[in-house]
């Protein structure tokens, strides 16, 4: 079930559409709330915080409006809510320094997320390809020798998944800042 009709199906089904939601959703949702809190305890505490706020309001929720955007929104506020109630309290000897809460690096994981999840989709020949080349940083040449097939297959299948990733993430390219792009015909700063 792709991501609109999960959230059709919860728009209009409820508890059966919000054990599949929690079932797809439940470990990025942990993971964001991890990033922000450095606490596991308190990440699950977040975790069940955000399907618990997802619950009560998906009466409100637009199964037009992105699915994971949602998600992540409702995500965000809980484990910054739990990040403030945490940081009013007195500090423990075994408490650490508390973690930045970053606006930045909170997109960079929710971009990076959507990067893997963009992968899991692609052909599975593809996605091999594509994994290898960016998460072990391995060359066509070495991609070739691990899988056993020629080089010119491994530039075929990487070509194809990137293409198919560079639509599949348009969406992150539309929202970019564009205060940040540099001009027409000038050469990126390096």
Do not use: C
Request: glycine content about 6%.
């Amino acid at each position: 079930m792709d991501d609109l009709e999960m959230a059709r199906s919860f728009a209009a089904d409820g508890e059966k559409a919000f054990n599949a939601l929690h079932a797809a959703f439940r470990g990025p949702v942990f993971g964001i709330a991890l990033h922000v809190l450095a606490d596991p305890g308190l990440a699950e505490e977040a975790t069940q915080m955000a399907f618990l706020g997802l619950w009560r309001s998906r009466d409100r929720y637009d199964p037009e409006r992105s699915l994971p955007a949602w998600i992540f929104g409702i995500t965000r506020k809980a484990a910054i809510d739990i990040y403030r109630r945490e940081r009013r309290r007195p500090p423990t000897a075994e408490q650490v320094l508390e973690p930045a809460v970053d606006g930045h690096s909170i997109e960079r994981l929710w971009e990076a997320w959507e990067v893997r999840r963009a992968v899991e989709r692609l052909p599975e020949e593809e996605a091999v390809v594509a994994r290898l080349a960016h998460y072990y940083q391995m060359t066509h040449s070495e991609i070739a020798e691990h899988l056993g097939i020629p080089v010119g297959t491994v530039k075929s299948r990487s070509y194809r998944a990137h293409r198919r990733l560079a639509e599949a993430l348009q969406h992150l390219f539309d929202t970019a800042d564009v205060t940040n792009q540099p001009e027409p015909g000038s050469m990126p700063a390096t």
